[in-house]
């Protein structure tokens, strides 16, 4: 089968990336002065962060919790600014320790709308890690704690990224060569 686009990150680079923020994470909240007194809460961002979560949170201490929720903000290949999903998001966060995980930062709207409603929903920390940052196109400043990679501004696919639901499989992460849109 041939791949469309060309390798940005193969799936070892990916391995140890994570593993090591895998460490960084356990070690932050491992610390007294941020001791979490309710555990911690992972929640994950569906699709996109499918497999980034999975290895990830397999790595961090056996009390913490993990849950998922599932918002939209892209449609093809590009924003629409808007994100869908979260009125229906409801749950008890009140003085939980949150870490939000995402595929990927790149307009910000995803990530500041769900901080938002983690918030609202009573979270008493919440801090977020990516595995990829774009920030050519940021509308809205998130400050994201953990970050795998900064890259270029261009689409990726692989490892949970999608192009229209297609691709998420792949191991690696590869480029889509933009002549080709
Ligand atoms: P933001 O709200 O920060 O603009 O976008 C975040 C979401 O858009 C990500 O969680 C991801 O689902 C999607 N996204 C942003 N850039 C890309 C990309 O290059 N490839 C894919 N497949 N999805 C992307
Ligand atoms: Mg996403």
Not at 115 to 142: D, F, H, N
């Amino acid at each position: 089968m041939s791949l469309p686009g060309k390798r940005l990150l193969s799936a070892t680079t990916i391995k140890n990336r994570v593993e090591e923020l895998a460490g960084e994470i356990t070690a932050h909240y491992n610390a007294p002065s941020n001791l979490p007194s309710a555990g911690l809460t992972v929640v994950g961002l569906m699709n996109g962060s499918i497999f980034f979560l999975v290895d990830l949170v397999r790595q961090l201490p056996p009390q913490t919790a993990v849950e998922t929720w599932r918002v939209a903000s892209y449609e093809g290949r590009s924003s629409t600014g808007k994100v869908s999903g979260l009125d229906h998001l409801t749950g008890d966060y009140k003085g939980k320790h949150v870490l939000i995980v995402d595929d990927i930062l790149d307009t910000g709207v995803t990530l500041s709308e769900v901080k938002i409603r983690v918030k609202e929903l009573g979270a008493k920390s919440i801090k977020v890690c990516v595995l990829l940052s774009k920030k050519k196109k940021r509308a809205r400043q998130v400050k994201a704690h953990w970050v795998g990679f900064d890259i270029e501004d261009s689409f990726v696919i692989g490892y949970g990224l999608d192009l229209n639901d297609a691709y998420r499989t792949l191991a690696e992460i590869r480029v889509l060569d933009d002549s080709k849109q």
